[in-house]
Structures are given as structure tokens and as C-alpha cells.
């Protein structure tokens, strides 16, 4: 195996040996920062997927050590995030009842399917597959997944429990027919914590730099907000004693110490039975991580290896499973977070794990008090930033296409759950492809002026014949539109028995597989019994090459295949002794 | 409602005022040649099905009527036909016991559920459905069901019981470990059926005709094949005594009468089970319908509407449902007879209709005798022409994806059984066709000569600039291939850092989806992070009206939109003061 390609596989040789002490200072500060972040996110997080707190912090150790390792990306901060604990939540709520060791030996099991998964699709070079949901979707997906995660949440706000349930109109209702139940202390503290986490994302920043505070020192302030919050919410409840006496619900006891190994229990039918979700999670982390790591890398001129991104994230899930965690991705925040504070090279990572490992070693008792309606609020307020008006309102505006499978997925997953709605979106975006090209547009097209330029008759000033009708297809040929390429052709020369030669011209047509290769040559037939002749024009080279293969000139009995369209409308009508040529202005205005 | 729009509904008001004698005689004659080559094919496509014989009669009277006052084929000969007999076996034989009455009653409903699926695509305009079945696909699946078909007849063939099985080895198998079981009698006759039907089908014409007779006659004569066999096998049956002395299996009695008045039993659990296999026999034969359809109307310089075939076959089949048949469609072999026979009207369908119904009130009698092995031969020579190995070698040497698919849907019909191996080749063929679309050909392209034509780098001399990229991309922009764009662009751009400008040439793009908007918004950012500006030329008229909506040419910063490629680089040249060109001439073969 030669150096570049060792490389490849083990990015750590592409920076460790350049290693120096300023590099360290900023990998140091940025992996602090995201280690505060990430303690009170990794317990969030947990809570959501219905896990006790620690095992987010559990799932903020190993996996990142094992990222960092093997991970493309410098800046990807890996750990627990809320879409995917959205998911293992839906996941495990149809095998076990939250809280009991059947759900956390699911959980472990789903990071390690998830982790066999994406190392699977690593070393087969799956990585394009990511690519088959589009923007839309996504969008769809995050907004409607953010509202079923921020009501999900209520429970823990409002201080009485609410039925889990995928649709948020029954969450709502819940919460308005049970509200007498309201804890008043416990809907004090998210209020207040939602209040400090608002200010401090929105307003602080501007503030600090409004009164002259150094920018940078600024922004790291205004990213406090979550350790502010945290702080003064649990110093209060402990000072007042509020989970005695008002009935506060806090984290408690969080055992200490490093996480345990543990390993999945290979229990066959309940593999086949998280099979299909593990695939889902595995897509939907893999999408959210790489993107994130794309628009990084590119800020500083570097690459993204997708597979080597799967590989990685692969380990890291499989590191969770062995070590009491549960499925990890790149977060899109808290990377944002990692490259803003300085992060270079991924020992940031390294120290961010080494900071929470220590903390799950002796912090545990500090976080004792910590009142689980703050967590809420800062997941509350983290998933606030995935409802997206934007991309639907520019889909509208752009393609009414893309609008309908953003809002399609959007109401799937409102209405019939997470995964199916994610695979409904992803089909319908799929079907919405294939139909567009499977009409493609075709125009009549005439000279323009005595140029050897050929423009659509509807829409210029152009010259025709009527013995010939020269058709451009703006599509590749293949299966779904061949047969619509014939009954329009056909159509035409059954509309105007005048027509003698049809030019069918090519610059747009990037393949013609062996199906339109079929069409194509039945129409020469067919257009032959009709007592027309089929011409090619500007057919490209690739195209040709292949049509050369099958001999499809021979094929085309009296039609000839011309390198440019001027060249068969001269050739076609000087031929034929046509009469003088039709002047026609864009005659209607559709396109 | 127009008239032109009521023929569109009822096309036969479109033929039926000018009808006149001359018309009536060439109707009559196809029509009787049709139905004596019905009456056998029909009870044969029947036992193929699992049912008993009368059952195909009673489908080939109704359907062809309500088909002939409906459809808009002139020449469709409509009735039982192999396949769609096969897959109603396949479904049918994993609810009942073939000559139960559950069984029967399944095929009843088989041909109402699939009536109504064919009536309402029709009505939702949805016959487009059909063309996502690309060639390769049907021809791999023609070619397995074949083998299947011929297979089943196996035991008719040999004269003994060899159980129903998907699997061709698991029937020859049997056949050879229990050949000792062979009835001597049965198997002389389907083996002089056989040379009976082969020699009128490949030998009688050429030789008729050689012999001076006229070759319309010839022709005619050379279609008896079935006929011959059938009235040379049932005599010497009946005079022989071979049902009772050899043990050959006959079709026996056959109810005399006209088709009972049926009623679909709607039983809600027996629906959800057909439902599936309704909706594939529907694809399927109409399918097969409307090529043959088609192929003859083209023929006339006529059109077929394929929805309104849809709402005729479906008419058609609820037509069986109501007097006591199964599923049909337009037959090919029976339509191309009917077309040659001189059929110019869909009355050849009804008087060939009219024929069989005074069969089955007087004729059956006749048919008592009549030999299975002879309906199992018939029923061989008709399938061993879907066998079809020329589209396997042309899509070989054409297109190795299109070979691939074919043989993945031959190999999942044997394996898998016909309905998962059309439905896998389906789905197989739409991911080969999002695989390619995936990772679209790109070419760098440079100037050629002192001309305003710019061609590949890698296939022409050319001349280039080394701070000016020039690419051309030869797809539609979609949400599959716009990170594969993405990468490409960007890894040129960091292997390359002399280079400042990049041409996006956009001649070849038809449509640009929301994502790969999205995608060249984050282009533009992630490009001028890296210190060049992207640029587009040539973009179409439909695709630059989209891009305005949007406001995307300010988007651009930088970059400008050009009408061509050679303003592009003119400019973009001068403004920057480049140095002088480089030529390059085709340094790598590969495209």
C-alpha cells in the first residue's frame, strides 16, 4: 500500500507529523468548548431518546476518540444528536418500555447495526447513496422531525407526563385537557432557561459588540448560553430544594465513573427486527454529518472523503455500542461551534472525549440537581433552528415540484411517523424525477433569419419547410420517455400528412439506452410506412460511438445522420425541390 | 361534449358510418380465422391457468365485444393469453385448490379487480405507468415466464402428475426421476402435435409457395397448424378409444350454453390478498396489449390512445368477471393473425365473438375427444417464441446495464417467481437509470483552433488557459448528481490552485431542480472561500427563466452568466491578462 493511499485510510499521518504547539493551544481551546457544550446536549439527548442521562455522555467518549482517528473531515465534531435520537426514541418504543434493560440493550444493539452498516457501505463505497435524498426532502424531514422532538419535550416543560405519541396534535391535546397538572416550578425553570438560551443566541452578541467587547470574545459569550443556564438553574433548585418540594424532576444520581463495556446481544430476531431502522438511521446521521463536514472542509480548501466518512462513522458507532452508548453522528451545531473555536486537526475531538471522560469520572455529583426541564429547553431551542420556511418558500417560488415533496415529506412524518415519512419523501422525489423525464420537452424548431442557428418556432421568428419538420428533444433517451418521444412523432406526421423528413436533432441527448435504441428503431420504421424519413442531427460523440456498435446508420434505410441541423435542412430540402420556406413568428406562447 | 371527443370515447362511432361491404366481407373473414384459432388456444390458455377449458371460451365472447365497442385499436384481438395466464395460476394456486370452486371464484374476481385497475387508470390518465417497464426488463421477463409456461406443460406432455413448482429444475426433476410414469399414448400425441404445429409454422409456407400456390393462401394455410393438430388428435382419440384404453387425458365434457351470468364474490380480506396480482396482470397485459396495439396502427398511419385501451380493457375484463371468465388482453400472435387476415374494424372482434359463443352453444360436443397434450403443445409453440435471445446479445454489444437487467429479471422470474422478478427487474432497471443520471459524464473542454467551437481536452486538440477551467456537464442538474457535480468541480479546483475562473458550460442541461440550485449557491460560497469565481455560459432558455425567478445571476457575485462559451473565455482572458494559451491534444484517451 503506497503512503497517499495509507493516507486515505488513516488521515491522523496526514497531520500528526506537522504537529506543533499553536496547533495544540487552538485544538485545546476549541475541544473545552465543545466539552462544555456537549455535557449538558449528550444528557438532552439521552432524555429525547429515551435513555438514562449518562449515556449521552457515555456516547461522547469512545465514539469521538474513534472519529478522530479515522475521520476525513478536521472540524467534525461527533457525539448524540437530536434527529437520530428522535429515531432510536421511535425505534425502541415499539420493542420496550422505556427505562428498562431491554431498551438499553436496544439501544446498544442499534448503534452497533448502525455501525456494521456504515462501515458495510464504506467498504462497498456506498457513500452516493446519501445522494438520493434530496434538498426538499431533507428540509421537509428536519422541519417536521424538529416539531415532533420540540413537543416531545412538553412533558419535561410543563412538569406532568404526556403519552409519547407521533402526532402532535394528540401531544397538544394532552397538554391542554391535563394543564391543571402543571408543576409551577418546573414550567419556572424552562421558562427562565428559554429565556436565557433566546437572549444569549440572539441578543447577546450584538450587545457585547455594542459596547465595545472584542468580537470574538462576543461571539464565545453569546455561545454560553446552554452552561448559563445550566448553572444558575440547578444552583437554584439545590439552594431551594425545589425537586422536594415542589416536585421538580432533576437528573439525580448519574453513576461515576468510566463508561462500561458492554456488548450487543446478538438476538437474531430482534436484529431483523432493527434492521430496517438502523438503515435509516445510519443514511439519515451519515447525510446530516457529511453535509456538515462539506461545507467546512471547504472553507479551508479541503476534501471530504464520503467512504472514509462512513468508515469512521462507522468505528465511532461501533466504539458507542461497546462502551454503553448509543448511535452517534456529526452534529451540525456543534461542529459549527468546533471550527469557529479553532479546531485545526481532530485531537480537538480527542480532547473534547478526554474532557467528558473526566467529567463522567468526577463531576457527576455537580450535576446532581441539574432540573431535566432545562435540558428540555436547550433541545427545545437547538431543534428551533431546524423548522425551515425558507427552503419551501424558495421551492414555490422556483419549482412547484421540489415545493410539493418538501411539504409531502413534512406531512408524512407528521402524520405517519419518522421513517415512513422519510422513505414516502424519498420515493416521491424519486417519482417526480422519473415523470418530468419521462415527458421531455421537445420543440419544432425553424431557422433563424440566413444564420445556421435553428430556435423553437414557438418562441422566434424562424423559417420552416412543410415537407420537413425538424423536432429537438431535450432529454436523454431512455426507457420511461421513449414511448412518449414516438406517439409524439408520430402524432405529428399522422397531423400533417405534408410531412416528408422528420429531423430529429440530438445536442441535448446525453445517452439513448437500449430501450430508446428499440423505439428508434421502430419508429424508422413505422415513420417509413407512413412514407416518412427519420434523420439524425448533431448527434454527440459518446452517443455516436455507441449507435456505431449496433450499426444504426445502416439502420436508418434512407435517413442520414448529419453533423449539424443546417446541414440536413439544406441537404433535405435543396433534395426534394421544396417550395420557399414558411416564415412563422412564435405562433402560440406556450413553451 | 364535442363529437370529436365523444369518438375519443366511443370510437366506434368513428368508424361505423362509413362501414359498408366491402368492409364487412374483409371483417368477416379475419374474424372467423380469429376465432378458429381461439377456440383452442382459448381452452389451452385456460388449463394453463388451472381452470377448466370452457372457462377461456366464455372469456373470449363478452370481453371482445365490450373491447370492440371501446377500444381504439382497429385490429386488438383481445382473449385469454400465456402470460397473464401463468401469473393468474401463480396467484391463484396460493389461495385455492386448482378446480375448486374458491378457485374459479378467484379468477372471477382476478378479472374484476383488474378490470376496475385498468378502468381507473384510464380515468386517472395514468397509462404513462406502463413505459417505467423498460425493454430489457420485458424481455427477460417474457423470455423466464416462457420457460416457465413451457415447463408447466410438462406433465400434460408426458402424461403424468408432476406437482406445480416456480422452479423449471425442481419440474424436470421430477420429470426424470418419475419418467417411468410416462404415458406412451399421450406423449405420441403431443409429439406429432408438435412436428404438426412446427411444420405448418416454419416449413409449409415457403414450401406452398414454392410449389406455386398463391402466397396469401399459402399463408393462410401455413396458421392451420393449431386446427390440423386439433381435429388429427381428436379423431384418432375418438376412434382409437385412447381416453379409455391408453389413459389419455382429454378435455371431455364441456357444458353447452352460453356463458353463465357471474358475480364476483366481494369478500374485503380475498380482495387485499388479489389486489397485489391484480395490479401486476393488469400492468402486464395491458402492457402487452398496447405494443401490438400500437406496432399495427402504425402500420395504417393510425393512432392508438392508450388510456382509452386502458378504460377498453378494462371494460373488457369486467366484461369476464360478469360471464363467468378470467383475466384477458390483446394477445400478440392473435392480433398480428387478425391485422393479416384483413380486420379493418373492431366488428372482426365481434363476429369472431358472435363464432365462438355459437361453439360453445353447439359445438362442445366436438371438443369432447380433443387430447390435453395437444393444448399443452399448442400452448409450447406459442410461448417458445417469447424466448428471445437477440435482445440479450444486441444489449450486450449496446449497453452492458441494459444486458444486466435483463438477466437480473430472467434470473428473479426463475428463482423468485414471475411476479417478485417483474417487479424486481422494474425496480432494478430505475436504479441502473438513477446510477447513471448520478454521475454525469463532464468533460474539461478548450478552444479548437482560432474557431468559437470548444470541445473535450481529452478527445481533440485544443487550447486551454491554465487560470480558466472550462467544464462541460452533460445532464440535467438533479438532486443525485448535484454532490457528484459538487465533488468534482471542487477537487479539480484544489488540485489545481492556479486556477481563479470556472466556466460552467450548461448546453446539455435541461433542468436544474431545487437542490442542484441549492448545491450551486453553496458552490458559488465554497468557490469563492477558495479564491475563484464560478461562472455559467449557454444556459437554456427554460432553465435561465427558472434561474431568474430566483434572482440567481446576483447570487453569482463575481460571476457572470454568458450567452456563450467563447464570450466566457474571451472575457475572462482579457480581463485577467492571462498568459498565452497552452495547446493540448487529447493527453488522456480515456472519455
Known sequence: MTRARLKTYLPILDWLPGYDRQALTNDGIAGLIVAIMLVPQGMAYALLAGLPPEVGLYASIVPLVFYGLLGSSRALAVGPVAIVSLMVATTLGQIAESGSAGYLGGAILLAFLSGAILLGMGMARLGFLVNFLSHPVISGFSSAAALVIGFSQLKHLLGFDIPRSHLITETIGHAVTHISQLNPATFAIAAVSLVILLLFKGRLAPWLKGVGLNPAIADGLAKSGPLVAVLLTTLSVWFLGLNQSAGVSIVADIPAGLPPLTLPGFDLALIQQLLPAALLISLVGFLESVSVAKSLASKRRQKIDANQELIALGAANIGASLTGGYPVTGGFSRSLVNFAAGAVTPLASIITAVLIALTVLLFTPLLYFLPKATL?????????????????????????????????????????????????????????????????????????????????????????????????????????????????????????????????????????????????????????????????????????DRLERVSFSAKLGKGNIYLSTHDAIQDLTSQHASGPPLTRSGERVAV
Open 376 to 544: 428540555a429547553a436547550i433541545i427545545v431551542v437547538a431543534v428551533a433552528n431546524l423548522i425551515d420556511l425558507k427552503t419551501f418558500r424558495e421551492a414555490w417560488v422556483y419549482n412547484k415540484a421540489d415545493a410539493a415533496s418538501l411539504a409531502a415529506t413534512f406531512l408524512a412524518v407528521l402524520t405517519l411517523g419518522v421513517e415512513f415519512g422519510i422513505v414516502a419523501g424519498a420515493g416521491l422525489s424519486i417519482a417526480l424525477y422519473l415523470w418530468r423525464t419521462s415527458r421531455p420537452h421537445m420543440a419544432e424548431v425553424g431557422r433563424v433569419g440566413s444564420t445556421e442557428h435553428f430556435r423553437n418556432v414557438l418562441r422566434h421568428e424562424v423559417q420552416t419547410h412543410p415537407d420537413v419538420l425538424a423536432m429537438r428533444v431535450d432529454e436523454s433517451l431512455y426507457f420511461a420517455n421513449t414511448a412518449y418521444l414516438e406517439d409524439e412523432l408520430l402524432a405529428r406526421v399522422a397531423d400533417h400528412p405534408e410531412i416528408k423528413q422528420l429531423v430529429l436533432i440530438m445536442n441535448a441527448v446525453n445517452f439513448i439506452d437500449a430501450s430508446a435504441l428499440d423505439t428508434l428503431e421502430t419508429l424508422v420504421v413505422r415513420l417509413r410506412d407512413a412514407g416518412v424519413a427519420l434523420h439524425l442531427s448533431e448527434v454527440k460523440g459518446p452517443v455516436m
